[in-house]
């Protein structure tokens, strides 16, 4: 996609996301043009975003009839897709709270009910997180009701309820650094009471206090950038999540867990990027960020990369090993090493240890 119907497609995001704003084309789009766009789209995972734009286009600047039909059948599958995660939500959540287990529900369907059209939203499976002891509570649960139920690597474990993929997590964060656990510890107590309801389908879910689940988001984004790259529909979320959160976030205590979690330099970078190409307003930002901060490099690699690098053109013909998904995996992971080492040096440098760790050494400790 060359450069002018890259800044189209941002356009197109932009009002999807915010409900406002009008389409500025110098000539009408092609139906190429269009199928390039719907194909970047899905592999950011933001079908639904970019089609809420539809609305606020002339006539005349829309998709060919075929092409919106198809779109629309794929925003139907996701409406559905949504609704029975938000009952299996509803559902687990009661499931649990009735047997004395207290979940939190991470990103996903959580972060949905900010956005503007929470439906149209594509989540991938739910995530669970669990305070104190109540992982091993959940696990024994999954025991009886669930045994098919498999452990991951030490830190979690997944399974299908409803065929919707559910996930549980003994990490609140996924701050790779192992210098940060008693810090983060010491956030979750401190805030703990600070930890807010959203009500999917009519069932008062739990979820983390407000400067703690930006953290949540944007420490995600992170971890997935110094490995193989991340979606649009994540800078989404944090987006919607500041625009939305701002009023009920501390900013100097926020700008304090950035710093402290050796996160800040990168932080700017993500606030720069959100409000430049994601339209987040500058006074939705919590803090300011350098003039001279540069990002355009690493949009280039969100672009390219997409959802978690999967569909990443630039490693077509990569080679492969048995023993990485993904095509000339070392060469991409020692790249963004390279690349982020600057902006989050615990997290770059705390990955490959990590990685080895939970591969090898952390499958017993369930």
């Known amino acids: 996609m060359n450069k002018q119907l890259r800044d189209i497609f941002f356009q197109l995001l932009r009002i999807g996301l915010w409900g406002e704003g009008k389409l500025s084309l110098t000539k009408l789009l092609s139906d190429d043009d269009w199928n390039s766009i719907l194909k970047y789209a899905s592999n950011h995972t933001v079908e639904g975003i970019i089609y809420d734009s539809f609305s606020f286009l002339t006539e005349d600047q829309l998709p060919p009839a075929s092409l919106r039909l198809k779109w629309a059948v794929r925003v139907d599958k996701i409406e559905r897709h949504n609704a029975k995660m938000n009952a299996v939500i509803a559902e687990q959540f009661s499931l649990f ?5 207290r979940p939190i529900l991470q990103k996903g369907q959580g972060v949905a009910s900010y956005y503007r059209i929470p439906t149209h939203r594509i ?5 669970w997180c669990f305070e104190e002891d109540d992982y091993s509570k959940a696990r024994n ?4 009701s669930q045994p098919d139920f498999e452990d991951t690597a030490g830190f979690s474990l997944h399974y299908y309820w409803k065929n919707i993929h559910i996930e549980h997590h003994k990490k609140t964060f996924d701050f790779r650094s192992p210098l940060k656990v008693s810090y983060l510890k010491k956030l979750l107590s401190l805030y703990k009471d600070r930890q807010q309801i959203v009500t999917i389908n009519n069932v008062l879910v739990r979820v983390l206090a407000p400067e703690l689940q930006v953290l949540q988001v944007n ?3 992170l971890k997935h950038l110094i490995t193989y790259g991340i979606s649009l529909r994540q800078f989404c979320d944090s987006a919607r999540l500041y625009y939305s959160l701002l009023p009920s976030i501390d900013c100097q205590a926020l700008y304090a867990i950035y ?4 996160m800040l330099k ?3 970078l993500l606030h720069k990027l959100l409000v430049e190409y994601i339209g987040l307003p500058q006074t939705a930002v919590p803090f300011p960020y350098p003039k001279d901060t540069r990002v355009d490099w690493m949009l280039d690699e969100v672009w390219y990369s997409g959802n978690f690098g999967f569909n990443d053109e630039r490693f077509d013909q990569g080679k492969k090993s048995k023993f990485f998904y993904r095509p000339d995996s070392g060469k991409r992971l020692w790249g963004n090493f390279k690349r982020y080492l600057k902006y989050a040096p615990q997290e770059a440098i705390a990955f490959p240890f990590v990685q080895a760790y939970s591969k090898f050494l952390g499958k017993d400790s369930n």
């Open 141 to 144: 649960y999954l025991k009886e």
């Open 266 to 268: 990168w932080i700017h």
């Open 97 to 101: 709270t009735q047997n004395g287990i």
């Open 259 to 262: 710093k402290k979690t050796g």
């Open 123 to 127: 989540s991938g499976d739910i995530d």
């Open 219 to 221: 420490i995600h984004i």
